[in-house]
Every structure is written in C-alpha cells, then in structure tokens.
C-alpha cells in the first residue's frame, strides 16, 4: 500500500496538484475538524465509489491511518490502483502542523 506523509500531502496542497483527499471519518468527527477534503465515512466507501476518482491520485486519510488504510484495501479490490494511505491521518496533520486543531 502506497503512503503519504503529512509534510507530502502539504506540499502538494500548496503547489495545488490536483489530486482527490478523501476523509473517511464519520461525519460527526470531519464536522469537528478537517482538511477540506471529500467526507466518504469508511462504511459506505464502496457504496460511494463513484465519487472517487480513477483518473488522478486519491490520498485517503482518518483520524490515525487505520481505516484509511481498511479503505483502500477495500477498494484496490475494485480496480483502484491510484490510492495513498496518508501516515498517522489528521492526528499527525495536527501534531505537524495545527497543535490547535480539535481532533475527536
């Protein structure tokens, strides 16, 4: 499984790459805090497929890596090859780079 480190997902933030961020958190704990990405919560990933793109890379993330790392298995199985697991999810985002940033 391919994977991102928060210092790389800024990076490509900044120099506006297009790529999808995908947050598969439930909806509660993106409403807290989040990186302005796309919220699929991990239990319907597949029924929202769709929405996600085979065509540009798609970096996936949670709160630690765990169910972004679910995510993508569950996917790959689907013919998605584009997929990056972000390391430590938001909760290295805000260790990072936003000490303040709530996190549930």
Not at 48 to 55: G, H, M, P, V
Not at 89 to 102: N, R, V
Request: proline fraction near 4%.
């Amino acid at each position: 499984m391919k994977e991102i480190t928060v210092e790389e997902l800024k990076q490509k933030i900044d120099q506006q790459e297009d790529f999808q961020l995908i947050d598969v958190r439930e909806e509660f704990e993106y409403e807290t805090s989040n990186l302005d990405g796309e919220n699929i919560p991990l239990a319907e990933i597949l029924l929202e497929q769709a929405k996600i793109s085979k065509d540009k890379p798609v970096i996936i993330h949670c709160r630690s890596g765990k169910r972004s790392a679910q995510a993508i298995l569950l996917l790959e199985k689907e013919g998605y090859t584009n997929l990056a697991n972000l390391q430590g999810g938001i909760l290295a985002w805000k260790e990072t780079f936003d000490p303040s940033m709530p996190v549930y």
